[in-house]
């Protein structure tokens, strides 16, 4: 059982003051539209926006003109754009009143979990730049046609938060031509903390979730030099930057909700984004041909909820760890203190990653 949840865990807000935005309570993922990939087009939604609205193709987040290829008398338009380059939109209604969408989850031939934390909407009003931060899940899978796109988005830095282990099982071959700076640590996963929920050895799945629940109440102090390394590069400017796990969902899905709290951002929002993993998280099946791995053997034994327990991310999860913060003193003196983020900072970060 050990060895299943080592494979697990390890391959599968200047505006009002921090803690008050944690706490704000607002409508789950409070964004105004969406953009979902339908083979060469996009699905565009929206809210807010007086009809007709006119539709323009962005090459890059910040342009403010592009090409318009629809316009609307609805909430939604389905609209011809190649996945590469990648296209951004800007949306304008009869009012004048703008919004900017991408797609949230980034079409790659071999990667995972792989999304912009674009496009959230902070407390004061202001969205998150799209095209600056991401998140993803292992990233060794990737394609030569992956590397292209990817460089062509521009991200010159990743912050790898796996393991020793698990680096050297799935490395990432990163093109030279691409100069990419990767943020690393030697450590060794330590895994006692959650295997001393299972007691027993019973493993039903609210034993699971238990074990779950711990470990990520230890997660903000085990793996706290990474996420300041991180919050240190983006507050440095150095972005567009990703950063990743194994399974990009619980050590990358805290790391996204810190940046996104950082940014201002509600903390129901930011809730909201870490269980999107649900919907882009999957194990990988084994390579045709490869070697059977046993410990996914006897995965596929377990009963169907102990496996999502430990496959899937549950609001319980991530409250486990902010409640943690909570504990030793609350957001802002984490984010100061242990975080290296104080007002200053905090301020370089929303001026770089929120749009005026």
């Not at 450590?187 to 699971?208: R, V």
């Not at 990474?226 to 150095?238: H, I, P, S, T």
Request: aromatic letters at 8%; hydrophobic letters at 45%.
């Amino acid at each position: 059982m050990r060895n299943l949840l080592l494979l697990l865990l390890v391959s599968m807000p200047l505006v009002q003051p921090v803690a008050a935005v944690a706490r704000e309570a607002v409508t789950p993922l409070a964004v105004l539209g969406e953009a979902v990939r339908e083979g060469d087009k996009v699905r565009l939604r929206w809210s807010g926006l007086r009809a007709p609205v006119q539709i323009s193709r962005l090459t890059t987040a910040d342009a403010r003109r592009g090409t318009v290829v629809a316009a609307a008398v609805g909430s939604d338009a389905l609209v011809d754009a190649p996945a590469n380059p990648r296209p951004y939109f800007l949306l304008r209604g009869a009012d004048g009143r703008e919004l900017r969408l991408a797609e949230r989850v980034l079409p790659l031939e071999g990667g995972m979990n792989f999304r912009d934390l674009g496009g959230y909407v902070t407390i004061d009003g202001r969205p998150v730049k799209w095209g600056k931060i991401y998140r993803s899940a292992v990233m060794s899978g990737l394609t030569a046609g992956d590397y292209r796109y990817l460089s062509g988005l521009g991200i010159g830095a990743v912050c790898d938060f796996r393991a020793n282990e698990e680096r050297m099982r799935e490395p990432v071959n990163w093109p030279a031509s691409m100069n990419m700076k990767v943020l690393t640590r030697e450590y060794k996963l330590e895994m006692a903390p959650l295997m001393a929920m299972f007691g027993g050895g019973d493993i039903s799945a609210e034993n699971t979730r238990a074990a779950m629940a711990s470990f990520y109440t230890e997660m903000p102090v085990q793996f706290g030099g990474q996420f300041k390394e991180m919050f240190a590069e983006l507050v440095e400017g150095r972005a567009p930057l990703a950063f990743n796990c194994s399974a990009g969902k619980d050590r990358t899905g805290l790391a996204a909700v810190l940046v996104l709290l950082s940014l201002g951002v509600p903390r129901e929002t930011a809730i909201e984004d870490y269980l999107l993993s649900n919907q882009h998280y999957r194990p990988k099946p084994p390579a045709p041909g490869g070697k059977p791995d046993p410990m996914m053997a006897m995965f596929a034994r377990l009963p169907t909820d102990v496996s999502q327990a430990l496959i899937g991310v549950e609001r319980r999860y991530i409250e486990a760890s902010l409640a943690a913060i909570d504990a030793r003193g609350g957001l802002d003196r984490y984010l100061r203190e242990d975080m290296g983020l104080g007002p200053a900072e905090l301020a370089r970060l929303r001026q770089l990653y929120l749009a005026r």
